[in-house]
């Protein structure tokens, strides 16, 4: 079962990287099916679902590995990711809140700072988002 899983993993990221994000869902799925708890699959899900602008599906993926992560899975990784969804989903002040949480889990981590700052811009510009979107 674990080398099956891993298997899956692999050829997600595989199929991820030439851009075949609906087989990288697939292998995915199957991953998670396997392994209900580990977060990675859900991650690599949202990942994928974000590429194929599929925001909604995306958000309750990295929602879902958020759940199960523990320190030290990516928590900041899946912050930003969040994050980034959020902004997607016209959900600017969540999207701040998000990336707030990836610099409290790493506070070195550039690329949370950067992307908060312009979610920040947005809330001042366009207001707080989108309510329940």
Same mark, same amino acid.
């Given at each position: 079962?674990?080398?099956?899983?891993?298997?899956?993993?692999?050829?997600g990221?595989?199929?991820?990287?030439?851009?075949d994000?609906?087989?990288?869902?697939?292998?995915?799925?199957?991953?998670?099916?396997i392994?209900?708890?580990?977060?990675?699959?859900?991650?690599?899900?949202?990942?994928?679902?974000?590429?194929?602008?599929?925001?909604?599906?995306?958000?309750?993926?990295?929602?879902?590995?958020?759940?199960?992560?523990?320190?030290?899975?990516?928590?900041?990784?899946?912050?930003y990711?969040?994050?980034?969804?959020?902004?997607?989903?016209?959900?600017?002040?969540?999207a701040?809140?998000?990336?707030?949480?990836?610099?409290?889990?790493?506070?070195?981590?550039?690329?949370?700072k950067?992307?908060?700052?312009?979610?920040? %811009?947005?809330?001042?510009m366009? %207001?707080?988002?989108?309510?329940?979107?």
């Amino acid at each position: 079962m674990d080398e099956e899983f891993e298997d899956l993993m692999k050829a997600g990221a595989k199929l991820y990287q030439v851009s075949d994000f609906n087989g990288a869902i697939e292998s995915y799925s199957r991953a998670s099916l396997i392994k209900p708890l580990d977060p990675r699959p859900k991650f690599n899900l949202a990942l994928a679902r974000t590429r194929k602008r599929a925001y909604r599906e995306a958000f309750a993926e990295v929602n879902s590995a958020i759940m199960l992560m523990k320190e030290g899975d990516g928590v900041p990784e899946a912050y930003y990711l969040r994050g980034l969804i959020l902004e997607y989903l016209l959900r600017f002040a969540d999207a701040v809140g998000s990336y707030t949480v990836a610099l409290r889990a790493d506070p070195f981590y550039e690329k949370a700072k950067k992307q908060r700052e312009i979610a920040w %811009g947005k809330v001042k510009m366009y %207001g707080p988002g989108s309510i329940g979107n």
